[in-house]
């Protein structure tokens, strides 16, 4: 909604009209969206019958701890942690804007789940230090490095040191492949470069990171990744599919859309990316 409105795409009039609908999204994330208290935003599955894995990444096997284990619930992931915080300061400046109360409240959620996720979410392993996939259930680190972490590029939740550390890690050889950023890096035991979410390359995912990377002001760390998924648009005849191999040569995954909505868009971020390099 801010972004729209930003970008000229509502009035002020008809941001009004979205006025009910932006104070219960915020109550939701505030009150609602942390099942155990803890004050971070988690999913889980309580019926049996749905997705065991609530995020973008939304296979069974897809949040991994680094030695390939898996976690169980409920998880927190860290981009929803981003994804909360940006909205919650974004949808304050909305009310204040709409003379609406809870503006104030929500910055303050905001600055207590940056301090929160920075004592619970950061990890090191090898002497680098990138931010955990998630929190499973009992509050552990899933260690894995993945490219979950380049989501928080931008939000706002990381401080500049972090986010050159972030830019950093998705910008090594263990992430980017070559033609795109992995899902999960080389180095984690659950790495396999034609899985779902373990290792393969989904476009969507390396243009998000590189938006990020382009708001964070860590152009420079996005050239990698840009020159990748041209490398792997060319491989495809411009065609790109939903996602493909982590390494080697440009192999698409067995069951994937080809072409497909959202890896077309890819090139749109790409082409600000590289307009912003400029």
Same mark, same amino acid.
């Given at each position: ?8 795409? /509502?009035?002020?009039?008809?941001? &009004?009209?979205?006025?009910? @609908? ?8 505030? $009150? ?18 749905? /997705? &065991? +894995?609530? *995020? ?16 169980? *619930? ?11 915080? $940006?909205?919650? =300061? ?8 709409? *003379? ?11 600055? #207590? ?18 931010? @955990?996939?998630? %929190?499973? #259930? ?9 490219? +979950? ?7 706002? %939740? /990381?401080?500049?040191?972090? $986010?050159?550390?972030? !830019?950093?890690? =998705? ?18 035991? *659950? ?15 390396? @243009?998000? =990171?590189?938006?990020? /990377? ?13 020159? #990748?998924? %041209? ?10 599919? $939903? ?20 890896? !077309? !868009? @890819? ?6 990316? %590289?307009?912003?390099?400029?």
């Amino acid at each position: 909604m801010h972004d729209t409105w930003r970008a000229g795409g /509502l009035t002020d009039v008809e941001l &009004a009209e979205f006025g009910p @609908a932006l104070t219960a999204a915020l109550a939701w994330i505030a $009150e609602y969206g942390d099942a155990d208290g803890d004050g971070f935003l988690e999913y889980i599955d309580e019926s049996g019958r749905g /997705l &065991a +894995n609530q *995020g973008w990444k939304d296979s069974g096997d897809s949040v991994r701890f680094a030695d390939g284990s898996q976690a169980t *619930g409920p998880v927190a992931l860290c981009e929803v942690q981003g994804y909360a915080y $940006e909205a919650a =300061v974004k949808g304050a400046e909305l009310l204040d804007l709409l *003379g609406l109360d809870g503006g104030d409240r929500h910055r303050a959620w905001a600055a #207590g789940m940056a301090d929160r996720f920075r004592a619970a979410f950061w990890c090191e392993r090898d002497g680098e230090r990138y931010p @955990a996939l998630a %929190l499973d #259930g009992s509050k552990r680190r899933v260690d894995s490095l993945t490219s +979950n972490i380049g989501h928080l590029l931008g939000t706002g %939740l /990381l401080t500049a040191d972090e $986010e050159r550390q972030v !830019a950093r890690m =998705v910008a090594s050889p263990a992430l980017d492949s070559g033609l795109g950023l992995r899902t999960m890096s080389t180095r984690d035991g *659950g790495y396999s470069p034609l899985s779902y979410h373990c290792g393969s390359v989904w476009p969507h995912d390396t @243009a998000i =990171v590189i938006s990020g /990377l382009v708001k964070a002001g860590l152009v420079e760390h996005a050239a990698g990744l840009v020159e #990748g998924l %041209l490398r792997a648009s060319d491989a495809f005849d411009q065609r790109v599919p $939903e996602l493909w191999s982590g390494e080697g040569r440009p192999v698409p995954y067995p069951a994937a859309c080809r072409p497909q909505a959202w890896s !077309a !868009a @890819a090139a749109v971020t790409v082409a600000e990316a %590289l307009r912003a390099a400029r």
